[in-house]
């Protein structure tokens, strides 16, 4: 059950795959009993499944079941520790309950750094990131800036649509804390090489064009909020274009 879950997730069945991860934990719990450690795993599983779908409290509780039989039955410098720790950091996060979701992602970066741990780079890039997209929605722009960049000395070069985000999110962080000519130079990189035309292009354009509104060239700030518009219309998306056209229409009272 647990690998057919996994496979309707990977199709986006999240509500199968959430079906078959909870069978493959009810028979894992008549076998080995419910503080088993056999059970983290279909745990851990069906909580990311629920964050997917914007369950987050009770993402939450199974993750801090998962928790506490890891600590209980299984070594502490242990990945499986640090994933734990980095869903629980997504579903503070989520909650804006920032100060949490950082202690939380702190821990999964202690174990992920320890000496006896083996992991895969893109996991502690991840974690990096998770950290400094907290640290930035807390207006702690240097900190999220540490973090970001230590995610993109550790970002693998085969997901590079991965670290055309992580650009992004670098960029936001310059131009929040007003190092606007870094921000665009951030911003023109994902441009020249993101390949889709989707809201995340959309949104870049965008900040693209907000930058330039600061610098006062109001021309330049209008061909970008454009270029985010005609992106947002073709994929529906409403609100984005309304934001779109309220910043051009700014511009124009300038």
Known sequence: YLSLGL???MTSELDRATSNYRKALRIKQAQFGKRSPNNISALVNIASLLIEQGDIQQAQSYLQEALAIQLDSVAYIHPQTALIYTNLGNCYAQ???NKEAI???ESA???YNHPL?????KQVADAFQNLGNTYLSSGDYEQALLQFNQSLSLHPSYDSIGVLKLLNSTGLALWYKSSTAAAINKFEQIIAQYPYEDDFLGAVFENLGSCL???ELYKGAITFYEKALDIYDQNSSNAASQNALSKIGD???R
């Open 7 to 9: 496979a309707y997730q």
């Open 95 to 97: 909650q804006n309950q």
């Open 103 to 105: 202690l939380q992602y």
């Open 109 to 111: 970066l202690d174990i």
């Open 117 to 121: 741990v083996q992991v895969d780079d």
């Open 213 to 215: 509104y600061d610098q």
């Open 251 to 253: 511009c124009y009272f």
